[in-house]
């Protein structure tokens, strides 16, 4: 019988791919668990991106001013415009809907010195997605921040909330919007969703990947701030408009 010889550069071969393939195995892993962290830490991630473009000087006016805008709040023509980017599933949108909006709202908006113009960046999953649809839906219908505030008024203080299609329907009936069949049907328009769509690249163009991220004219804030950094920040942005 012929003898075997030995193939070095085969072994060697091998030897690479199965290096190789573990080394790829792990960056994989790696990848997943980085995406899952960083999906675990997003409602309190820094826009670093965005707080970069405004520390170079600039301009982050993100503001829209349409006047029939139904996820809007205030004069159209007010000094100053706060944009927010918010999930309705992350708990630390929900802690400002709750404490902060109500009193700027009061303080700010109804005296004419402030607009609050809602931007759409659903980052924790599909249902964040049909959640962003579903308040359109209910803009559509005028309702658009009662349905906001209905959301939010449920929603945990820690994790997220489970907003599943049968309870978006529940919401929009406590929210008052008045044909839950159109509403309904809604859910599924690819209008609406691409109106989400062209919110998330908006932020996506900042830099802002997680929520809630502000715009108070030019300045940036990122996280659950607490009112009196807000107002300070506003009255310093109509100091400045007076000027």
């Avoid at 990947?209 to 807000?230: I, Y």
Wanted: aromatic content about 8%; overall charge negative.
């Amino acid at each position: 019988m012929p003898s075997q010889r030995s193939d070095p550069a085969g072994t060697s071969r091998r030897r690479n791919l199965t290096v190789a393939a573990t080394v790829l195995g792990v960056a994989v892993l790696v990848l997943f668990v980085g995406i899952f962290a960083f999906q675990g830490g997003k409602s309190q991630q820094a826009a670093q991106a965005g707080q970069d473009t405004a520390q170079s000087g600039a301009v982050l006016d993100m503001s829209r001013r349409i006047a029939d805008d139904p996820a809007a709040l205030g004069a159209v023509d007010a000094p100053v415009v706060m944009v927010e980017y918010a999930d309705y599933r992350c708990p630390f949108c929900g802690l400002f809907a709750r404490d902060v909006l109500p009193p700027l709202v009061e303080k700010y908006v109804d005296s004419g010195r402030l607009r609050i113009e809602w931007r759409d960046l659903p980052v924790f999953g599909e249902q964040s997605m049909e959640a962003a649809v579903a308040g359109r839906a209910a803009g559509e219908q005028g309702r658009f921040w009662e349905f906001n505030k209905a959301v939010f008024a449920v929603a945990p203080e820690r994790g997220h909330a489970e907003l599943d299609r049968e309870r978006l329907m529940d919401i929009a009936k406590e929210a008052g919007v008045p044909d839950l069949k159109k509403f309904e049907q809604d859910l599924d328009s690819p209008d609406l969703r691409e109106a989400v769509g062209k919110d998330v690249r908006e932020a996506a163009s900042l830099g802002a990947s997680g929520t809630p991220t502000f715009l108070v004219n030019e300045t940036p804030f990122v996280g659950a701030q607490p009112l009196e950094a807000f107002e300070k920040a506003i009255d310093e942005a109509l100091a400045e408009a007076s000027r």
